[in-house]
């Protein structure tokens, strides 16, 4: 069983920045996929931003220029740096990790964008 754990959420002005961390419990580079999904109330999850153990990197459109993913390898960590944040970002955020055709989520971290 692969844990995930996400952390870094939390309250922050417009125009602020945040950085998520999603940890996991096995080496990255077991990892084919690793990203976030959000979810706003009412909403249905959606795809924030995805990064590959090959080194792709995709970002849906709401979010590109303003959101980065990156990977720490040495600490099996995921990081999404969230940046010039809107009132409609927030929502809460959940990490995935998709290993060996198996997704496991993590619990989801609340990001609130106040106006």
């Known amino acids: 069983q692969v844990q995930v754990v996400e952390s870094g959420g939390g309250l922050v002005q417009a125009g602020g920045s945040l950085r998520l961390s999603c940890a996991a419990s096995?080496?990255?580079?077991?990892?084919?996929?690793m990203g976030w999904y959000c979810q706003a109330p009412g909403k249905q999850r959606e795809l924030v931003a995805t990064?590959?153990?090959?080194?792709?990197?995709d970002y849906a459109d709401s979010v590109k220029g303003r959101f980065t993913i990156s990977r720490d390898n040495a600490k099996n960590t995921v990081y999404l740096q969230m940046n010039s944040l809107k009132p409609e970002d927030t929502a809460v955020y959940y990490c995935?990790?998709?290993?060996?055709?198996?997704?496991?989520w993590g619990q989801g971290t609340q990001v609130t964008v106040s106006s």
């Open positions: 990064s590959t153990s090959g080194g792709r990197t």
């Open positions: 096995v080496s990255l580079f077991s990892v084919f996929d």
């Open positions: 995935y990790a998709l290993v060996s055709r198996n997704v496991y």
